[in-house]
T-cell receptor, first 109, second 118 residues
Framework: GQNIDQPTEMTATEGAIVQINCTYQTSGFNGLFWYQQHAGEAPTFLSY??LDGLEEKGRFSSFLSRSKGYSYLLLKELQMKDSASYLC??????????WGAGTKLIIKP | DAMVIQNPRYQVTQFGKPVTLSCSQTLNHNVMYWYQQKSSQAPKLLFHYYDKDFNNEADTPDNFQSRRPNTSFCFLDIRSPGLGDAAMYLC?????????????????FGAGSRLTVL
């Protein structure tokens, strides 16, 4: 079966750095997405990786290793507004999105 | 601003009373999706339209139906809501479903419709 694994919850301190990991097993691969979802709101797109390596976008970076079926989202200079769930999703060979259950990130002052 | 708009944001219904949720988009995207999301769970795809082609997920209950009368609008009909159907319903759009290129297949979500079943 197809599977996306990410930690259920993480806690970090304002101003610090946090890395949210995602491992996947899917039928084929056509890219990996990270979305941010604040409580009670819709997901918003953060990043897309289809080639191995690091994609940097401001305070957020996303890394992909296709051979390891692994990605991480790195958040720097954490702000209280970064408290949210972070969803990892992989597009399989049929261009279907397989979603993880999300990692709830709690930022403490 | 181009966007995806869902109505209503909050819907309360009684057990068994039909509900219709609507979604409109000004992005001119050819793919529209309906997801169901329960608390702390991954979004679950119910169905999607690629232009006018309707694609139903195998495990979507018959209780859920959808209509896409034109490119801009899509509706989700829940014929007889049960307590287990209480959830956030998310509409999303994307530029295309296949032939992934940079920027394509990124989903733009509406704000969601939260359904409560009494």
């Amino acid at each position: 079966g197809q599977n996306i694994d990410q930690p259920t919850e993480m806690t970090a301190t304002e101003g610090a750095i946090v890395q949210i990991n995602c491992t996947y097993q899917t039928s084929g691969f056509n890219g990996l997405f990270w979305y941010q979802q604040h409580a009670g709101e819709a997901p918003t797109f953060l990043s897309y990786n289809v080639l191995d390596g690091l994609e940097e976008k401001g305070r957020f970076s996303s890394f992909l290793s296709r051979s390891k079926g692994y990605s991480y989202l790195l958040l720097k200079e954490l702000q209280m507004k970064d408290s949210a769930s972070y969803l990892c999703a992989v597009m399989d060979s049929n261009y279907q999105l397989i979603w993880g259950a999300g990692t709830k990130l709690i930022i403490k002052p | 601003d181009a966007m995806v708009i869902q109505n209503p944001r909050y819907q309360v219904t009684q057990f068994g009373k039909p509900v219709t949720l609507s979604c409109s988009q000004t992005l001119n995207h050819n793919v529209m999706y309906w997801y169901q999301q329960k608390s702390s769970q991954a979004p679950k795809l119910l169905f999607h339209y690629y232009d006018k082609d309707f694609n139903n997920e195998a495990d979507t209950p018959d209780n859920f139906q959808s209509r896409r009368p034109n490119t801009s609008f899509c509706f989700l009909d829940i014929r007889s809501p049960g307590l287990g159907d209480a959830a956030m319903y998310l509409c999303a759009t994307s530029r295309e479903a296949q032939g992934a290129t940079s920027g394509a297949n990124v989903l733009t979500f509406g704000a969601g419709s939260r359904l409560t079943v009494l």
